[in-house]
């Protein structure tokens, strides 16, 4: 068999871009394993491996991110020193920095991904292309959602949902685009805005007929009920997202099991909170996630066992929630904690962890690119 031109694989890897960028993951899981094997018969040529590897950490995101299949750790394969001296053309060298910022997100490195994206944002101005720079705006918008810097987010959130209404085979990255505003507003205490949003998106899930993408959008919906101290509409949501097997067999089931146990002590319910944290455990032996291990811990701690008993435990799993990059967690269980322990009039402690709220979302306010 003779060997394969550079540029046909390359063509083959722009269409599994495109599948990636539009969330297609049939096509791309099969555009993947055809660009894998035309490598091992392509005439060599770094530049098109480079590029390669990037899409295939990409697409492992894009997996894990829609459809929660788990993303192993340190999986980023392209490291910086490994383009020096090659003609890297003005795309792969964008996709380096815009990728692995993406990654460094999920890692919880926020200010690694903000600087990777400040590079990646000049790298942009080299592209023509609405689209691209579309995505660069919404995974913007989406790490500054994330550290609550809502006036940033929203401000890039909003170029990106100017391109990709006019975009019909994008709606899902519409979709995705209002959840982060939605998500937004929810930060803001704007519940009504918020919850427009969170059902333009639950609108366009069931459009695309994707029960897994449905179910994440009552799951993110969930968060706003909680949030807005209406637990039952919460519940209810997650039931409503639960009903998808892909989703109970996903990462993001755990979440899912916090959300409901939490909500069932809040409104207290012992019995039936002490089912779905019993079933959480389970699910945490299935597959381990040690920040949900925590929160589960601390929900736990919090309703079932005296102050006395249980706060320097509480103390603990906040700790390790913030050393392992988790702020919005800690600041959204220490306003938690601090209201319950108000209630029992245990006011030093629950001021403690008032402090402690406060202290973190500054945190994340102060956050820059390094």
């Not at 207290?268 to 597959?287: I, P």
Request: net charge neutral.
């Amino acid at each position: 068999m003779g060997k394969i031109a550079p540029e046909v694989v390359a063509s083959t890897l722009n269409e599994l871009h495109v599948a990636i960028r539009q969330c297609d993951i049939n096509a791309a899981k099969k555009l993947l394993k055809k660009s894998k094997e035309s490598l091992k018969h392509m005439k060599e040529d770094d530049k098109v491996v480079i590029y390669y590897q990037l899409l295939e950490s990409r697409y492992k995101m894009m997996l894990f991110k829609n459809k929660g299949e788990g993303l192993p750790p340190n999986d980023w394969k392209v490291k910086k020193h490994e383009l020096q001296g090659l003609n890297i053309d003005n795309l792969i060298d964008y996709y380096f920095y815009l990728y692995e910022a993406e990654y460094m997100s999920y890692q919880k490195n926020y200010e690694r991904a903000i600087g990777l994206l400040k590079i990646a944002e000049k790298k942009l101005a080299n592209i023509d292309s609405d689209i691209e720079a579309a995505e660069f705006y919404m995974k913007t918008a989406s790490l500054y959602v994330t550290i609550h810097q809502s006036a940033v987010s929203l401000g890039y959130i909003n170029e990106a949902i100017n391109i990709y209404s006019q975009h019909n085979d994008y709606k899902r990255s519409l979709a995705t685009s209002y959840v982060i505003k939605a998500t937004n507003y929810r930060h803001l205490k704007d519940f009504v805005k918020s919850e427009e949003y969170s059902h333009a998106a639950i609108k366009i899930a069931k459009e695309l007929k994707d029960d897994f993408y449905e179910a994440m959008q009552y799951y993110n919906i969930s968060i706003l009920y909680s949030d807005n101290n209406k637990p039952q509409e919460c519940i209810n949501a997650i039931k409503k997202a639960v009903r998808c097997k892909e989703w109970r067999e996903s990462v993001y089931y755990i979440n899912s099991i916090y959300m409901i146990v939490r909500e069932r002590f809040k409104i207290g319910d012992k019995e039936n909170a002490m089912y779905y944290y019993k079933k959480g455990q389970v699910e945490l032996k299935f597959r381990s996630n040690p920040i949900y291990e925590a929160k589960m811990n601390i929900i736990y701690d919090l309703y079932c066992k005296e102050v006395n008993e249980s706060i320097d435990k509480i103390r603990d799993d906040i700790r390790y929630l913030e050393e392992k990059g988790d702020l919005d967690g800690v600041s959204d269980l220490s306003l938690l904690i601090s209201k319950q322990y108000e209630k029992g009039e245990n006011y030093k402690e629950a001021l403690e962890f008032a402090n402690k709220a406060i202290e973190v979302k500054e945190k994340m306010r102060r956050l820059e690119g390094d």
